[in-house]
C-alpha cells in the first residue's frame, strides 16, 4: 500500500513557474516507479510525466517537453514537477501517481497501469 499526497499547486501568471512536490509513505518508496497524469476542465486525465524508481529513466508528454521537469529524491521519499514557461494550457489538477509494476515505453501512460494516486493539486495559469 502507498499513500500519495501532492502540494505546490496555486495561480501563476502565464510565462511563471511552479514546483509541484507528492510525498509517498508505505510501501518503500525507492523501488517505485512514479507519475504525474494531469485533467484539464471538461477532459479526461492525462499522461504527463514519468520518473523510473532509480531516477534513471524518465519520459514527457510531448505538450510538457522541454517545459516540465520530474525529479525524485528517494531519501524524501518524494517526487517533484518542476514546471516552467507555463501556459493557459497547463491548468489542471495534476495528480501523482505509483505502481506496483516496472513500466516501459508507452505503457507508462496508461492510467490503468497504475495502483494509487494521491489526491491532486490544482494549477490555475491566467493568460
Known amino acids: 500500500q502507498v499513500q500519495l499526497a501532492e502540494s505546490g499547486g496555486g495561480l501563476v501568471q502565464a510565462g511563471g513557474s511552479l514546483r509541484l512536490s507528492c510525498a509517498a509513505s508505505?510501501?518503500?518508496?525507492?523501488?517505485?516507479?512514479m507519475t504525474w497524469f494531469r485533467q484539464a476542465p471538461g477532459k479526461e486525465r492525462e499522461f504527463a510525466a514519468f520518473?523510473?524508481?532509480?531516477?534513471?529513466?524518465?519520459d514527457y508528454a510531448d505538450s510538457v517537453k522541454g517545459r516540465f521537469t520530474i525529479s525524485r529524491d528517494n531519501a524524501k521519499n518524494t517526487v517533484y514537477l518542476q514546471m516552467n514557461s507555463l501556459q493557459p494550457e497547463d491548468t489542471a489538477v495534476y495528480y501523482c501517481?505509483?505502481?506496483?509494476?516496472?513500466?516501459?515505453?508507452?505503457?507508462?501512460?496508461?492510467?490503468?497501469?497504475?495502483?494509487?494516486w494521491g489526491q491532486g493539486t490544482q494549477v490555475t495559469v491566467s493568460s
Open positions: 508505505g510501501r518503500t518508496f525507492s523501488s517505485i516507479d
Open positions: 501517481a505509483s505502481t506496483s509494476e516496472y513500466l516501459f515505453g508507452s505503457s507508462r501512460f496508461l492510467q490503468r497501469k497504475y495502483d494509487y
Open positions: 520518473i523510473s524508481w532509480s531516477g534513471g529513466s524518465t
